[in-house]
């Protein structure tokens, strides 16, 4: 607080809501986007490259299951898993290019609160949809362990 302030700035400095030069704030949050948007842009492809693998081998699975033998029955049930992968890998590289076109966007804008808040709002989308699947991932691990616990105490 400098004393020699008007009490109007004052009154202004000390309730600004980054607590002290906005503008430096601003920069800060617009260097660490930019710095991050490259990031963001290798895993939202690394998640489309990881689409598109699992699809070719859910191609290569359910043609696998059209030959007699014996993945004659298991072939459908790999592709159809890998198809699902498939989706939950492209829907993470879909949720993270939405976050670098806010990123873009904010930067674009050259700091505008309501860029940041849609680039915010996109990242918060891909968090929960990781947290989601990261929950569900746990109680399917678990129960695969029980399972292999009841298996193994069965014999």
Not at 71 to 94: D, E, H, K
Request: with cysteine; charged share 5%; net charge neutral.
């Amino acid at each position: 607080m400098n004393p020699y302030m008007a009490p109007d700035q004052q009154s202004q400095q000390m309730h600004s809501p980054m607590g002290g030069d906005p503008s430096y704030a601003t920069l800060t949050i617009l260097q660490a986007m930019r710095t991050t948007k490259p990031w963001i842009t290798m895993f939202a492809v690394l998640s489309f490259i990881g689409a598109a693998f699992l699809l070719l081998g859910a191609l290569f699975a359910l043609a696998a299951g059209s030959l007699a033998g014996p993945f004659a029955m298991m072939g459908p049930l790999v592709g159809l898993f890998y198809v699902f992968l498939a989706g939950v890998y492209g829907y993470c590289g879909v949720l993270l290019w939405g976050y670098r076109s806010g990123i873009d966007q904010y930067i674009a804008s050259q700091g505008e609160l309501e860029s940041l808040a849609a680039a915010m709002t996109k990242q918060a989308s891909f968090w929960r949809f990781v947290g989601i699947l990261t929950a569900v991932l746990l109680v399917l691990y678990f129960g695969i362990f029980l399972f292999a616990l009841a298996g193994a105490a069965s014999r």
